[in-house]
């Protein structure tokens, strides 16, 4: 029997039509995107139904990317992350500074702390 000489399919045989999962199948059905008929004890897809998708599906002609040209100027987010690790590089080299900030509160608690006993 081919195909096309079905009256109905289950939604597992409907899914593998289109090579999906007997999940997607079921999913179409509960999204209301394929009517089904219920009666007799059983869900079937007819068809037609499966007529009605592919005569309304279109063709896929790829991905159009739009590639930047040299002159192209660069997006909002990538300039803030160049604008981000230029700073950051420019931060690393002045390891001096950064030491001095870290020994500063620590000068400063001992400075309070040999005070403190030459008053009492």
Same mark, same amino acid.
């Given at each position: 029997?081919?195909?096309? @000489? %079905?009256?109905?399919?289950?939604? &597992?045989?409907?899914?593998? #039509?289109?090579? /999906?999962?007997?999940?997607? !199948?079921?999913?179409?059905?509960?999204?209301?995107?394929?009517?089904?008929?219920?009666?007799?004890?059983?869900?079937?897809?007819?068809?037609?139904?499966? @007529? %009605?998708?592919?005569?309304?599906? &279109?063709?896929?002609?790829? #991905?159009?990317? /739009?590639?930047?040209?040299? !002159?192209?100027?660069?997006?909002?987010?990538?300039?803030?992350?160049?604008?981000?690790?230029?700073?950051?590089?420019?931060?690393?080299?002045?390891?001096?500074?950064?030491?001095?900030?870290?020994?500063?509160?620590?000068?400063?608690?001992?400075? /309070?702390?040999?005070?403190?006993?030459?008053?009492?």
């Amino acid at each position: 029997m081919k195909n096309s @000489e %079905r009256v109905a399919f289950s939604p &597992g045989e409907f899914a593998a #039509l289109f090579g /999906k999962s007997t999940t997607w !199948g079921y999913r179409q059905l509960y999204a209301g995107k394929v009517k089904a008929i219920t009666e007799y004890g059983r869900l079937m897809i007819p068809a037609a139904e499966v @007529e %009605r998708i592919l005569d309304k599906a &279109g063709t896929y002609e790829g #991905l159009k990317i /739009k590639v930047p040209k040299k !002159g192209d100027s660069i997006d909002p987010w990538r300039k803030f992350i160049i604008q981000r690790r230029v700073g950051k590089t420019q931060g690393e080299g002045k390891s001096s500074g950064v030491t001095k900030t870290a020994e500063s509160p620590r000068q400063r608690v001992l400075t /309070k702390l040999t005070r403190g006993r030459g008053k009492s």
